[in-house]
């Protein structure tokens, strides 16, 4: 079946380190792909997203790129800043049979200053 | 303009029982849907629904129901609890059917 596999947190950085991590999809049609994010104390918040092939999804230094022939999705941030420590889910929508939303299992990010 | 709120904030139960969860959405989206969030694990897509009809579900069994009301608000139901429902619940909406989540801070439920 569908299913989104992550790469296993915590991940601890320093500040302005370069940041990625992984996420891979299997979905049968053409899904689109998001990364959510979930801040301490705080619910989850769509971060960035991309509903194509090639598509390039970003938002606040944050970008992912839609790479169908690798079935991936890996979220990358330049320089990441303390305030960026949260929890990150990759997640897709399938568009084949029962439309339903399947997420990720999470990556605890860390940045220490 | 308000967000998503789910009430209550917590509730424990006992195993069998039934339970209610509520969710307002944010104003003006007229799609919510419902997630079941483990321990350190990521939400699980219980089922959606857009303008009161259920146009998506995960895979979660009868006893997990709900409903959506005219004014887009919703609710989850789950009978005959058992001890593996306890987890956090989440309700998002959004403004149409594959838009942008809108996550509200969660039921947390636990049964003994």
């Known amino acids: 079946g569908d299913s989104v596999t992550q790469m296993e947190g915590p991940v601890t950085l320093s500040e302005e380190a370069f940041l990625t991590i992984n996420c891979t999809y299997t979905a049968t049609g053409y899904p689109s792909l998001f990364w959510y994010v979930q801040y301490p104390g705080e619910g989850l918040q769509l971060l960035l997203k991309?509903?194509?092939?090639?598509d390039k999804g970003s938002n606040k230094g944050f970008e992912a790129t839609y790479r169908k022939e690798t079935t991936s999705f890996h979220l990358e941030k330049g320089s990441v800043q303390v305030s960026d420590s949260a929890v990150y889910f990759c997640a897709l929508i399938t568009t084949s049979g029962t439309y339903k939303y399947i997420f990720g299992t999470g990556t605890r990010l860390k940045v220490l200053a | 303009e308000t967000g998503v709120t789910q009430s209550p904030t917590h509730l424990i139960k006992t195993r069998g029982q039934q339970v209610t969860l509520r969710c307002s959405s944010q104003s003006g989206h007229n799609t919510v849907s419902w997630y079941q969030q483990a321990l350190g694990q990521g939400p699980q897509f219980i089922f959606q629904?857009?303008?009161?009809?259920?146009?998506g579900r995960g895979n979660f069994p009868p006893r997990f129901s709900g409903l959506q009301f005219p004014n887009y608000s919703s609710e989850l139901n789950v009978n005959a609890l058992e001890l593996d429902d306890s987890a956090l619940y989440l309700c998002?909406?959004?403004?149409?059917?594959?838009?942008?989540?809108?996550f509200g801070s969660g039921t947390q439920l636990s049964v003994l």
């Open positions: 629904y857009y303008r009161e009809e259920e146009n």
């Open positions: 991309a509903t194509k092939a090639d």
């Open positions: 998002a909406s959004s403004l149409e059917e594959f838009g942008k989540l809108f």
